[in-house]
């Protein structure tokens, strides 16, 4: 059964670039066919996907934080990793990793929904204050 974790700081200075690390046990981030995605929801806010990184190594984002988002996979460490750069405190949120098989993976509303997801993260809260 796969497990996932997310790892890093809860507190970040605005401006400052949000780095998050996802460690995957029990399965590869390789295999086919599976996405890894990163899904945020600020306080008293539904779900919110940003982004994901496929099997084969592309990557996906949303179109409202493409300009600040970037995910990168280490296939060594079976971890894969969010940057957010330049964070307001809009960007205060329980930020998510979680694993979509490839044929529930599609637009950024779809990716919204939890349902598309078959295995999570606990989820690690972030902060953005000075």
């Known amino acids: 059964q796969v497990q996932l974790q997310e790892s890093g700081p809860g507190l970040v200075k605005p401006s400052q670039t949000l780095s998050l690390t996802c460690t995957v046990s029990?399965?590869?981030?390789?295999?086919?066919?599976?996405?890894w995605n990163w899904i945020r929801q600020p306080p008293g806010k539904g779900l919110e996907w940003m982004g994901a990184?496929?099997?084969?190594?592309?990557?996906y984002y949303r179109a409202s934080l493409k300009s600040r988002t970037s995910i990168s996979a280490d296939t060594s460490k079976n971890q894969f990793t969010l940057q957010l750069s330049s964070v307001t405190p809009e960007d205060t949120a329980v930020y998510y990793c979680a694993r979509a098989p490839e044929y529930r993976f599609g637009s950024s509303w779809v990716m919204d929904n939890p349902e598309k997801y078959d295995a999570w993260g606990q989820g690690t809260q972030v902060t953005v204050s000075s």
């Open positions: 029990g399965g590869s981030i390789t295999t086919n066919y599976y996405y």
């Open positions: 990184i496929a099997y084969s190594g592309s990557t």
